[in-house]
């Protein structure tokens, strides 16, 4: 099978999968890019890109259902935007960083599934303070513009061990995170002279529909213990992929 056509055929599943928790499917591209060996000059940034869409498509309709909460949101984002820029202008070998984010995702898999498993219905999440959703924003921004990501996939697991923000309230969060931090990461990319693959426009399409069903299951159809549980799978296959693709 044609490796274009094979990638917009697993783009779309990852794009159904990852938008039904909030994310965009950045670990998941790059897993599938990489594993079908396509120009590694042109992975992070069409990454991004298809990032982007489905970020974009996850966004409006989390924030419409009233999945979000912009007091544990802003913190975060308003360090970790100006991060990602800087770290997506950067041309380093991803080897260390790759498989980093793969151990760092397949044990927050593990703590997914603990969470599903301890989730109760009582439980209020406590409140972020402004200064450690800083200090938190900073790394993942500047991680996630080295790698291509837009960091929804670190973030999530972190905001739902620590207990701040509502399982329900993360997806939004991730969503519009992700979309904010894929954009400052490509722009921080083509500063550098990043090139797109040439199918690009079809992989786009593939991914647009995807989000749209995803995110459509993620708000309509998902209880908390269902998304917890769909994140651990989603967690589970990104950092395997990424342990295998490195």
Not at 24 to 38: K, T
Not at 87 to 95: D, H, I, N, R, Y
Request: with cysteine.
């Amino acid at each position: 099978m044609d490796p274009h056509f094979l990638a917009l055929v697993l783009f779309f599943g990852i794009a159904v999968l990852y938008s039904s928790v909030g994310h965009a499917g950045a670990s998941g591209y790059l897993a599938v890019m990489a594993l079908l060996s396509f120009a590694p000059e042109s992975i992070k940034p069409t990454s991004l890109v298809l990032n982007i869409a489905v970020a974009s498509i996850a966004s409006w309709r989390y924030l419409r259902a009233g999945r979000f909460d912009a007091k544990v949101f802003l913190p975060l984002i308003i360090v970790a935007m100006p991060m990602a820029y800087f770290g997506g202008a950067l041309q380093l070998p991803a080897l260390w960083f790759a498989r980093g984010a793969g151990v760092f995702l397949v044990l927050s898999a593990f703590i997914m599934a603990w969470r599903a498993c301890q989730l109760g219905e009582g439980k209020e999440p406590r409140a972020l303070p402004p200064w450690l959703g800083t200090v938190i924003g900073a790394p993942i921004g500047f991680l996630s513009g080295i790698i291509g990501v837009g960091g929804g996939i670190f973030l999530s697991p972190i905001l739902i061990a620590g207990r701040w923000a509502a399982v329900r309230h993360v997806s939004g969060i991730s969503a519009l995170f992700i979309l904010i931090n894929s954009i400052a990461g490509l722009f921080g990319s083509r500063m550098a002279g990043a090139v797109f693959d040439p199918f690009l426009l079809w992989w786009l399409l593939s991914v647009v529909l995807g989000g749209l069903i995803g995110s459509w299951l993620g708000v309509s159809r998902f209880g908390a213990r269902a998304i917890l549980l769909v994140l651990f799978m989603v967690l589970m296959t990104a950092g395997v992929k990424l342990l295998v693709a490195s």
